[in-house]
């Protein structure tokens, strides 16, 4: 199955949301293999218990792939909404919210379909002051016990987690319906992207928060588990009112909610009913939420995208900001101090390779040692020693790797072991005439034995010869089966040129016509009138009999 | 005894007077693929340390974006010191003179897969059987230092050899986009980018997985535009957005879905978080450097829209089946 196919270069798509198949749990799977033969069809099974884990209490910080705006970044971010992009698309919705305590769809009907998912993580956003940043803690000690309970008690988790006031926490907690519309996953163009350590396929899941920051003011943006967290998420959000443009009619009703809380346990304190003294306990009311991610960042000053690339120092390699600071010389070399090997000090120029104008490639090459690669200027007398310094950064980048340094033994081995062989081809070509293809490629990769052995063998033959018949085609022509004459006796043949043509003679080859030597006449047999040959099916059982008892000897058996 | 038939010495000096060495061509002479592919990375200065590419901290101040040639000299010396590893005779030297002019023209054609082999997207082998083969070309790049690296990582960054007008579509103009050899942040927050080819035009975009979200705010009125279902702006009254009575910076995500749902269409209907999405974004800022022969301007080419699909749900059977293989 292939991925959908990603978006074209400069858009994005946007999903709703992607779920797992397969929601972090245990899970026992069964196999039953029916099998059928003679004695009947009984069923192979197997049960096997397997887990599916994935992150919960805790998120591995390499699983955040961007958050905005930038974690400690200072910037009028006052009109933006906080969010984290998470590499693994399915994160938010793979565990679920509410299975303890089903919160519910919004009571007037207008929410999202019924089998939507709900993200089981909110992005809130708190100002510094509000919130204390918990390390380490027991999970009892962060969750309520029944939401503890309705996470089927995990013993031993110790998790990050974040406090602040209660009626805070109400106040800026999204609603059940609000954190499904503020988490979407979304699928980018990744062609022209940056090298990123990880690699990232483009999918991203994202999570919104709903509160807008303050300018001049510094917040920590809290990505959290709400997970069974039915006592926070609501299935209504609070009351709203489109926004006012004066923002002093709705003042701070965060405070008045503490102080009328305050006063009551001023009331309560002489009180001695022990429920309501329990009360007066937990009354400065805080509540903790598990922490899975945090980042601060300050709502002030000149630093969105926008403003930092519009306000760059723009130039080519060399440009500085004060002239003379460092010192460059137009071709933007570099005077830089020296020690040389001697120990003497000196001045030299330095240019790395990066260049303000196009440079020609240097064909010498290649160089041997650091050293060839010096140059020394006319117009200063000083060294130049760029090249040099590229030498030897590549010398010793190459021999930190240590496999590198076998890849090149390798590289050269094969190169010598070919040119050695190239070498003793030529040696021996000069004693011992060989059949050898026309190029060296071809005769690289000749097996070499056989056409020695060819060689050597037809030198044995022909002798030391005299230098008249230095191939001893006379010789061989003194041969019978080479004789014209011979051969005409022999085969029968109508004409001594007949047999010179088959020979592959020259004189006389055109227009002759060369008959093929008669064949032995005989005549056709059947196998019935060879099986009546007695005399010869003896002889050839009798020959296999001696060849059955060599055998049984042989073997050393009766049988 | 009889004499060996080729004799170290024989075989030397015939080395020596021989220039071609094994041809280049005969398999047995090619460079290893480990070889090969740490010179090409060596090509784009991929390890070389920082100080030798900016030998002075006032070369690239803090913000600030310098364009440059690579020295082709310079890297090709950068080679020749990376094969001087266990060069400790003549026959080394000889056979790498006789290999040079080879590795050079290989390397030329290798290095431009190695962006591919850092995002791990090819095996060396498919990379090399999918290599452009025309000849080798100029190298230019950038290289970047600012908070706009640090803050916003994964910023899209492209090279035209023309320039481009405004709001151009990156997916039709492709054919004059240059090839980026090599897009890396260097240090959280200095970037470089290699390109082949002189550009006319540089353009850096805010990342978009990061295309924020964001209201328009006066005096604790916050407003959302109206926009189509592909994020363009379809112009009108703006949106007011709720806010909650218990904290007024805490916007009414419910009951802002309830008033965008009421005007579709033109605007999306309102399904879940994607549409619900295209209604809240910002803009992304698309930065364009023009102008060449050592004078770079910057140049405002004002936010662009970004074409965004709403896709449908993650129901389709083809999405499901990818969201397994992730998980599993």
Known sequence: MSDPAPPPKGSMFLYDYATAPLPPDNYRLEAATNVTFDGGSPSLKNTIYFQVAGPRFTLPPDFVAGVFPPANGHGPFADSLAQIAIKRRTLPWERPLDKGKPIGPPSDGKGLPADYPAPWVGLLLFEEGEYTLLQNVPLENVVPADVFNRLQNPPNILCDAVEADESLVRAIVPSREELQLLAHVRSVNIEDRELNVEGSDGWFAVVVTNRVPNPGKKYRACLVSLEERSDLVLRDPPPTADSKPVRTVTAAPVRDVRFRLSTRQRILEPSPDLEFGKLVTVLPSKTRLVLLYSWQFTCEGVGTFYELMQNLDVGMMGRVQKPGQPALTDTAHLRLPLQDRGGTEEVVWYRGPLAPFQLTRDPLGPYHSADQARRATPETGAEDVSYAAAFEVGRLLAAADARLAQELMRWRRESFKQSARASTLSAVQKSIKLQLPATIQEQLHVPLPPVVAAGAISRCVSGSGPIADRYGLKAAGRTLGMNPKALTAAWGLASVAEAQTMLGGSSGATGLEVKPPAQTPRKNTTLETEAAHSAALTSLNNSRDRILSNVKVRTGGNQ | ?328
């Open chain 2, 1 to 328: 005894m009889r004499p060996a038939w080729n004799t170290g010495r024989e075989s030397l000096r015939a080395r020596m007077s021989n220039p071609q060495q094994v041809a280049a061509a005969v398999p047995e002479a090619e460079m290893p693929p480990y070889m090969e592919s740490f010179l090409a990375h060596l090509r784009l200065l991929i390890g070389v340390p920082f100080d030798y590419l900016v030998p002075d901290s006032r070369l690239l101040p803090d913000e600030s974006i310098r364009f440059f040639y690579i020295d082709r000299s310079w890297t090709d010396r950068l080679v020749d010191g990376a094969i001087a590893v266990g060069k400790i005779g003549t026959r080394e030297q000889a056979h790498h003179h006789a290999h040079h002019p080879a590795v050079c023209q290989q390397l030329d054609l290798t290095e431009r897969g190695v962006r591919d082999l850092q995002r791990s997207r090819l095996t060396f082998l498919t990379m090399k059987a999918a290599l452009a083969m025309d000849p080798a070309n100029v190298i230019t790049g950038f290289l970047l230092r600012s908070g706009a690296v640090s803050g916003w990582p994964h910023m899209d960054v492209r090279a035209y050899n023309r320039v481009l007008p405004r709001n151009y579509d990156p997916d039709a103009q492709k054919q004059f986009q240059l090839r980026t050899m090599r897009l890396e942040r260097l240090s959280p927050g200095v970037l470089i980018a290699l390109f082949e080819g002189v550009p006319q035009m540089v353009v850096c975009e805010e990342p978009h997985h990061g295309v924020q979200f964001g209201v328009h705010g006066s005096s604790g009125q916050f407003s959302v535009f109206r926009r189509g279902p592909d994020g363009t702006a379809l112009g009108g009254k703006d949106v007011t957005i709720p806010v909650r009575f218990a904290n007024p910076n805490v916007l009414g995500i419910a009951a802002l879905r309830r008033k965008l749902a009421i005007q579709a269409p033109p605007l999306p209907g309102q399904t879940g978080s994607a549409n619900f999405a295209v209604e809240l974004l910002n803009l992304p800022w698309r930065q364009r450097f023009e102008g060449s022969g050592g004078r770079p301007k910057v140049m405002g080419s004002g936010a662009f829209v970004p074409f965004v699909a709403v896709a449908a749900r993650v129901q389709e059977p083809a999405l499901q089946a990818l969201v397994k293989k992730v998980v599993l």
